[in-house]
């Protein structure tokens, strides 16, 4: 999924409780149970083949981190009572098995060291079972969660 919705709902159980290791614990969890649901993301595929080039999908992630980092910030500005650091622990969690696991300077160190392996496997097979329904629920479900995120952010 992308790395909006994996910040934003990682941000959002930030601002629920201070208890960070609850916090991680959480953000890390919502990421696999993301991924599990039908989204559009820069790893769309098209008939089994990859949509975007290499360069291309990391220029989108590039893009989508960026745009998680202004907005992170921006919301952290707009609502001061936020706690600062649970949020940010909340939004690094909630990406954190992307970055540990989708960096191609790592990736395949990820794919060949024992535990790590099947970690690595598991977050990219749980991504295949609802692919075809990746724009007819994944788009509208991302926007939700997006939207949803912010407000609980912001209420
Ligand atoms: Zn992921």
């Given at each position: 999924m992308l790395a909006l919705n994996h910040v934003l709902v990682g941000a959002a159980i930030g601002s629920e409780t201070n208890n960070i290791p609850v916090i991680v614990g959480l953000a890390v969890a919502s990421h696999f149970i993301l991924d599990a649901l039908p989204h559009v993301d820069q790893g769309l595929e098209k008939n089994g083949k990859d949509y975007f080039k290499q360069n291309t999908k990391y220029f989108?992630?590039?893009?989508?981190?960026?745009?998680?980092?202004?907005?992170?910030?921006?919301?952290?500005?707009?609502?001061?009572?936020?706690d600062r650091?649970?949020?940010?622990?909340?939004?690094?969690?909630?990406?954190?098995?992307?970055?540990?696991?989708?960096?191609?300077?790592?990736?395949?160190?990820?794919?060949?060291?024992?535990?790590?392996?099947?970690?690595?496997?598991?977050?990219?097979?749980?991504?295949?079972?609802?692919?075809?329904?990746?724009?007819?629920?994944?788009?509208?479900?991302?926007?939700?969660?997006?939207?949803?995120?912010?407000w609980i952010l912001l209420k």
């Open positions: 989108l992630a590039a893009v989508d981190i960026a745009i998680s980092l202004v907005l992170i910030v921006f919301i952290l500005t707009l609502k001061s009572t936020l650091s649970s949020i940010i622990i909340g939004a690094v969690s909630g990406l954190s098995i992307d970055l540990i696991f989708n960096i191609p300077w790592w990736e395949n160190f990820m794919k060949r060291t024992p535990i790590l392996k099947s970690i690595y496997f598991f977050h990219k097979d749980i991504q295949e079972p609802l692919k075809k329904y990746q724009f007819v629920f994944g788009l509208p479900l991302q926007i939700i969660i997006i939207v949803v995120s912010i």
